[in-house]
């Protein structure tokens, strides 16, 4: 949340070796505590894999810190489709890991499976909780890692409110699910808070919070797509841009970055100028999700055989969402903007401002 604001730990820009599908996974051992050498955390990506400048990238960054600071093994496998997902996890349950990390929405039935039919290997998930226990009835082994991106999206909502000169901001999607949908509600709140607050009528292109329809890609990594899209909306007029669309969204900022200063975006999961750091004269700032921090907790807590099946809700009072610095907007963002989105993301941590999307996660 710029430098008066705290911040969050951002992927870093790594140079990744990940197995494709059917290949061995990569193993990294050291030597550490007692025990420590015979523990194996796995992960498995969707199919953004480890490299997208994303959630994939800094959910592995937690496996590697873990490894880091515990001594453990690990093994990783990177997906190219959604149909990678059961081979990929049933490889990790034959390479005897201690505890299988997935990654995204689409792998929550088959992690499931595999939790159910694995009761002693521990799994954890990232992006998805089993809220529906009679269709999911809780498993010990299995613990859904959860991030309330409504609470930062609203701050980053803010301020479009306030830094767009067009008077038109626009959003769109990846594919239609609550994980995507939680972002543009979240932005649609926050612009219509500032409306509210200062008498406006920013205008807010891709997204109707009450639908829950806009403008979608159906996919993650077809970056020409999101290109079009985001061109779309600038022709109508936006010139803030927030793509929720995973790899695919490097395709909006690659059209905020043809603009000439014109257009500018927000990017989402990670730090864009960290993890995208190409396109960080473009960036505002990014909506934050810890997922890194997430994931080396869950590894902790299964090597200490402290693991739990409490769905960990990431938000702005436990510091697992947030919003990134300003970096190079930071002299452009005017200083009464940030007292109020600091003092917005106090209000929303204490509940004093609620958040109404119901995409938002809560704790089982």
């Known amino acids: 949340m710029g430098r008066r604001l705290r911040t969050l730990t951002a992927a870093s820009v790594l ?14 051992g050291k030597s550490g505590a007692p025990g420590a050498k015979d523990f194996k955390a796995c992960i498995v990506s969707d199919s953004g894999g480890f490299d997208d400048k994303s959630f994939n990238q800094t959910s592995y960054k937690g496996i590697t810190d873990a490894v880091t600071a515990l001594g453990i093994s690990k093994a990783q496998l990177e997906s190219k489709s959604d149909n990678d ?5 049933d490889t990790m349950v034959r390479q005897k890991c201690n505890i299988i990390v997935t990654i995204g929405f689409k792998q ?9 039919a694995n009761p ?6 990232v992006d998805y909780s089993y809220t529906d226990q009679q269709k999911f009835p809780p498993l010990p082994n299995l613990q859904g890692l959860t991030f309330n991106s409504a609470q930062p999206s609203f701050l980053a909502g803010y301020l479009a409110g306030g830094m767009t000169k067009t008077g038109k901001v626009g959003t769109f999607g990846g594919i239609n699910i609550p994980t995507v949908a939680i ?21 807010l292109l891709g997204w109707d919070e009450a639908a829950q329809q806009g403008v979608i890609t159906n996919d993650f990594q077809d970056k020409n797509t999101a290109k079009t899209k985001a061109n779309d909306l600038i022709s109508q007029g936006a010139d803030i841009l927030l793509p929720v669309a995973g790899p695919a969204g490097l395709g909006a900022l690659e059209a905020a970055k043809s603009s000439g200063g ?5 990017w989402v999961d990670t730090d864009g100028c960290v993890s995208a750091a190409e396109y960080c004269t473009t ?49 452009a963002v005017p200083a009464d903007l940030k ?12 509940g004093k401002i609620t958040i109404t999307s119901k995409a938002q996660p809560a704790a089982k």
């Not at 219509?192 to 008498?199: D, P, W």
């Not at 960036?283 to 960990?312: G, R």
């Open 15 to 28: 140079a990744l070796t990940v197995g494709a599908c059917g290949s061995p996974p990569g193993d990294q």
């Open 85 to 89: 997902y059961p081979t990929n996890i």
């Open 108 to 116: 929550g039935d088959v992690t499931y499976a595999a939790a159910k």
């Open 120 to 125: 002693g290997i521990d799994f954890a998930i």
């Open 183 to 203: 972002f543009m509600d979240g932005f649609a709140e926050g612009v219509a808070y500032y409306n509210q607050q200062k008498g406006k009528q920013v205008q």
């Open 262 to 266: 014109k257009v500018t975006a927000i």
């Open 283 to 331: 960036l505002l700032s990014s909506v934050q999700k810890a997922m890194d921090i997430a994931v080396t907790k869950a590894v902790t807590d299964a090597y200490n055989k402290a693991f739990t099946n409490t769905t960990y809700v990431g938000t702005l009072a436990n510091q697992g969402v947030g919003l990134a610095p300003y970096h190079e907007f930071d002299t």
């Open 339 to 350: 007292r109020e989105i600091t003092a917005l993301a106090a209000d929303i941590a204490n």
